[in-house]
């Protein structure tokens, strides 16, 4: 007698997020969540925001002749420029690049969390908390197409249109859920997943499309 073998299972995309489901959430820090979550935001916007410097064009006689603007893309984009450059020319994902790419996006994740009324905990800069997110470090000559990364962004535009779609929905669960949570002290578990979904299909995206440590396309999926 054969014993009959298993179905084929796709492998774990290379980009990952679990948030463990609250029990109980406090009603006055869901409450005034909006207000609490600013000294952490402050330290994200810090690292993700954009720059802009301006250098003025002078005649031999000191007058301004005109006004030069250059706008820089914060350490995020800086990251990314580097990141697709290194895979385009020397096919190499440097390995403190990745790790510093893996800890800012643990690190936003928390605060997204924790703005998204989805834990109480109060972002950590360090401990992963009720934020599970895991990226695997990609062998770039086996695992990524030296090339794909300039057009990544252009194939991934489906994505971004069902996100935005998506982004609006979630944002209309967490308000819902920021009712429920104040009346009962719960989250709605189907809002709850729903959230998190939306959060685990962007990551995907972003692993994708500017983390770029995959070259298998992102499912269209919440799951």
Do not use: C
């Amino acid at each position: 007698m054969t014993t009959p073998t298993p179905p084929l299972q796709s492998a774990p995309y290379a980009a990952r997020l679990a948030i463990d489901y609250p029990e109980r959430l406090d009603r006055v820090s869901t409450a005034f969540r909006v207000v609490w979550i600013i000294p952490i935001a402050i330290v994200l916007s810090v690292l993700s925001a954009s720059t802009r410097s301006t250098v003025d064009v002078v005649n031999e006689h000191g007058d301004v002749i005109s006004r030069v603007g250059h706008d820089s893309g914060g350490i995020a984009g800086a990251l990314f420029v580097a990141t697709l450059l290194m895979i385009v020319v020397r096919q190499r994902y440097p390995r403190w690049w990745f790790d510093f790419a893996l800890q800012s996006t643990r690190f936003s994740a928390r605060v997204g969390a924790y703005g998204a009324l989805l834990t109480d905990q109060y972002p950590s800069t360090e401990d992963q908390q009720a934020v599970h997110l895991d990226l695997d470090y990609p062998d770039v000559p086996r695992d990524l197409n030296r090339w794909l990364p300039l057009v990544k962004w252009f194939l991934a535009i489906p994505h971004y249109v069902v996100l935005a779609f998506l982004a609006v929905a979630a944002v209309v669960s967490i308000v819902i859920a920021w009712f429920a949570i104040l009346v009962s002290g719960r989250y709605p578990r189907a809002l709850f997943d729903f959230v998190v979904g939306v959060a685990r299909w962007g990551l995907r995206v972003q692993a994708y499309a500017s983390l770029l440590i995959t070259d298998r396309y992102p499912p269209f999926s919440l799951r």
